[in-house]
């Protein structure tokens, strides 16, 4: 039996490589700015009679743009365009560049409805936790999933996804949509590895609070003022670092904030021997948490302080005094230990 070896037809790849490198970098750093997009739009709308003289009069607009790394990058990408297929192909990917930061607007909602969802949950609980840390993944794949569903309406010609004073725009995408397939554009694919680098970079940018951040929220909240609440070095052990250290009614409070345990629980102890710090405190999820860790951690007068449902579901944590449930965290407990 012949075997089928993978093969990519050469002017496939390049035209699709093409597409991608105008979106890229269009859409960087050096690319168009939302107003040089709009007037890049305005002209290729404007003037369609000769895509050579058009390039021409886009070059113009170039000229007046004052940065240079900016002005050059977009230079070389019109003189990528070779003929009037690689125009069609540059027209496509400034109109999609307008569409998608509704596009990436879209993916990002998922993030207020796992908010929404994380209200009802503790901020130390395992499952304010997961929510959080799932979150990304999903703008990510409601990202891909809304992109697969615009380029099946554009495919469709279907423009009642838009409103009605922006149905003459989309309909000029769908015409574009059209006549580029024709250069075997694959335009969700290739549209994808962008979208993805920008949904990536949002995420980054509007990225939650950390597990530390967290615990601070909360001592602020209780009514520790936050320049109160400092991240330094032990005195005598320089190797432990407190993430969290403040003075509550002129005694100290060192934390050690990780969702994991891991070895990290040892550097404690052995600070806990040698330091003259009042307290001392660990907040984990207790995901890794076994009995002869805590054990050991309280055994050396460390107070604990874990996720209610590992407190809840570990029952030798509930026998082990010094041991409390995130959720028990408070000025007057605080002020107990």
Do not use: W
Not at 210 to 231: Q, V
Not at 235 to 255: A, C, V
Request: hydrophobic share 35%; net charge positive.
């Amino acid at each position: 039996m012949t075997k089928c070896k993978l093969e990519i037809n050469q002017n496939k790849l390049d035209i699709n490589f093409k597409f991608y490198l105008f979106l890229k970098e269009l859409n960087s750093t050096n690319g168009l700015s939302h107003k040089q997009l709009n007037n890049f739009l305005d002209l290729i709308f404007s003037y369609k009679k000769n895509y050579k003289n058009t390039i021409q009069i886009l070059n113009e607009e170039v000229k007046k743009i004052k940065k240079d790394e900016k002005r050059v990058n977009i230079e070389n990408l019109l003189f990528q365009i070779e003929d009037e297929k690689d125009y069609s192909v540059f027209c496509f990917s400034l109109k999609l560049l307008k569409i998608k930061k509704f596009l990436l607007e879209e993916a990002k909602l998922v993030n207020f409805s796992e908010i929404i969802k994380k209200k009802n949950f503790h901020p130390l609980s395992l499952k304010y936790d997961t929510i959080s840390k799932n979150t990304p993944y999903y703008t990510r794949v409601n990202g891909a999933l809304i992109a697969l569903l615009f380029f099946k309406k554009i495919e469709e010609g279907d423009t009642n996804f838009i409103s009605k004073l922006t149905e003459e725009y989309i309909h000029s995408l769908v015409e574009d949509y059209k006549k580029i397939g024709k250069f075997n554009i694959e335009a969700n694919q290739v549209f994808m590895l962008m979208f993805s680098e920008s949904v990536n970079q949002s995420i980054i940018s509007s990225a939650g609070s950390n597990y530390e951040d967290r615990i601070k929220n909360i001592l602020i909240d209780l009514g520790i003022k936050s320049d109160e609440i400092k991240k330094l070095h032990d005195k005598k052990d320089s190797s432990t670092e407190y993430d969290l250290f403040f003075k509550l009614n002129n005694k100290t409070y060192g934390i050690g904030a990780k969702r994991t345990l891991r070895e990290r629980y040892k550097q404690f102890i052995k600070t806990s021997k040698m330091t003259k710090i009042d307290v001392m405190i660990e907040i984990t999820l207790g995901l890794d948490l076994t009995e002869t860790k805590a054990k050991a951690i309280r055994n050396h007068n460390i107070y604990l302080f874990v996720a209610d449902e590992i407190y809840t579901s570990r029952t030798f944590l509930q026998k082990i005094k010094g041991i409390y449930p995130s959720s028990k965290l408070s000025i007057e407990l605080l002020k107990k230990l």
